[in-house]
């Protein structure tokens, strides 16, 4: 299979989720290429060319399996795994983070949670007690996580990735409010949440309707 | 001035972000565009031109006044007023976004936060009452609330934000799993959390360094 890019794995997981929740991801339909088009507004062509590329092939004038495209997108993403990870940052964030219960069907458990704020270590989140900043080595080399979790300040943030990355991580998702920085092996994803933000509210004092008079 | 587009504005937050952190948003120093261009790694002619846009101009051989630059940002995006935001959602991310220290440092106050779980409706999250729905257009009328923040699940999505959108919001910030629509002159916002997270995912399953050999 070919690398998929991420406007790819977005459709995809558009597919997934109007599947899980309008189907159901254990029922099978037949559902057309034609009708995830209209529903999803994805061009036609465009979503039986990334079918096709996650070895889902439909019949002509039938259409595909919903149970082979759940399947399949499950396969190609792990989403049957069980993967470890860690969260650093017991904020509010973190915390919502950590105990995210669709972690669990992404393939994905939330193996440990740090802090370095005494007032927060040995709080309970969800099922996990915050630990202390020195544990994070040991806990990453002896639960084998792979994927971290950065809800640190900003300043914080490239010192946490680092020491991450240092302990093996090979996948970091970033909600510190700043860009941070990993070798080529580490793949990182940035959600600027203060980005999307500072969009609305641009327009909350520049009307959408009046923007061609401004 | 011009509409600034979503990646102008996406710098915008780069720079203000940089002073506020490394300089301090009351201090004033004299930093150069080839300054912030090696620090965030954009080009130096486009850090110039978004400055003008704004209305920040420099002086030759000698640079910008950080000052300057945090108050002309500040100003475009109104981040000295106290606009009332809505959340939709109390889960645990509705809970983080609704006490979000940092929402007051962008101009924004969270009115009030919604829920229909009877468990949740009564609970106080940072120094808000979770309310329920049947509220919500009271609310809104008397708060005078602009913002809407969806932390509802997907299949709930659409059906609140045509309520919030009726009862006067101009602006949506999405973090259900799902694409909303809304007229116009409401600018909506959608945070792709999970279709982040698959990204991640994928590369976990699909290491970058082997990526060019599968």
Redesign the interface.
Known sequence: ????N?LT??R???YY?YID?HIGRDSDQTISSATLSKLLNIDDTQIRKDLAVIGVKGQPHVGFSSREIVGAIRG????DLS?PAVVVGA???G??LA??K?FHD???RTAAIFDNNPQKIGQTIGDQVVQPMDRLETVIRDSQA??GILTVP??AAQQVADRLVQAGL????NFA??RIAAP????V?H???????????????????T?AA?
């Open positions: 299979m070919n690398t998929l991420p794995l977005n995809l997981m558009g989720h929740r190609v993403l792990g989403f993967r904020g509010r964030l915390g919502a105990s995210f669709d992404y393939g994905l792979q994927l900003a300043h090979t996948a970091l998702w409010p700043t080529d092996h580490v793949s994803r959600e600027h949440l203060a980005a999307g933000l500072a969009e609305l509210l641009y327009h909350l004092k520049n009307p959408l309707s923007d401004t």
